[in-house]
């Protein structure tokens, strides 16, 4: 069990779909992260969010819509995917440190496996 | 960026201590360095951190080399649980908190 709670674990959606994958924590950290992580490679970074502001998006295609409605919860909202976004999608909380103080360590969900078809 | 270099994969046998190796020569002198690791069909999960000094935990031992340029995670007593991929990372402090993974070390304890 982890600190970090993904649903759902498993989500199957057609390309006209539209979804979304939620993430809640309740660790106080002001620091939320959407990674993305295809199979056998290291999982890739998609945005981060601080003080419930979008601060890092990493060039994502913009059928991925993160949202941040408050400091525990993080949706990423889904819609018109290709099946090459299948994925497992990992979230992620951390502590927001000073700049120059190093990273707070992530605490990571075990994901939401996601196939679109 | 502070790249990382890690060997693609390693055995160990089951009780003995696994020594996981990382290059980061071009890491800064206020870069940390961070340890993950990633069981199967789990999210990544935090194992230790440090700057200069060797640090440990209860889950590991981390080892800086003086000039930084390198880093060693000790497992002391390995177990067939801690099979898993191992990243070491070093986070660049001038882009805010990005945590990027490079592709880790598979860890196999073999019994």
């Known amino acids: 069990d982890t600190e970090v709670t993904q649903t759902p674990k498993h989500l199957v959606m057609g390309m006209t779909n539209k979804k979304s994958l939620k993430c809640e924590q309740h660790m106080g950290h002001r620091a939320m992260y959407w990674y993305k992580q295809k199979a056998k490679k290291p999982p890739e970074l998609m945005f981060v969010y601080s003080y419930e502001k979008l601060s890092i998006n990493e060039s994502v295609p913009s059928r991925f819509s993160p949202e941040c409605p408050n400091s525990s919860l993080l949706n990423l909202h889904l819609h018109a995917l290709q099946p090459e976004d299948s994925a497992l999608y990992l979230c992620?909380?951390?502590?927001?440190?000073?700049?120059?103080?190093?990273?707070?360590?992530?605490?990571f969900g075990n994901g939401t496996r996601l196939t679109v078809t | 960026d502070a790249k990382t270099t890690q060997p693609t994969s390693m055995d160990c046998a089951e009780g003995r201590a696994a020594n996981l190796p990382c290059n980061h020569s071009t890491i800064s002198g206020n870069e940390y360095v961070y340890w993950y690791r990633q069981i199967h069909s789990q999210g990544p999960q935090y194992i230790i951190h440090?700057?200069?000094n060797n640090e440990t935990n209860e889950m590991a031992s981390l080892i800086i080399t003086e000039d930084r340029k390198s880093s060693t995670l000790i497992l002391p007593h390995a177990t067939l649980r801690d099979t898993a991929v191992y990243y070491c990372?070093?986070?660049?402090?001038?882009?805010?908190?990005?945590?990027?993974f490079g592709q880790g070390t598979e860890l196999s304890v073999k019994p």
């Open positions: 990372i070093v986070p660049a402090t001038n882009q805010g908190g990005k945590l990027i």
């Open positions: 992620a909380s951390s502590h927001q440190k000073a700049p120059g103080q190093g990273i707070s360590p992530l605490h």
């Open positions: 440090g700057l200069k």
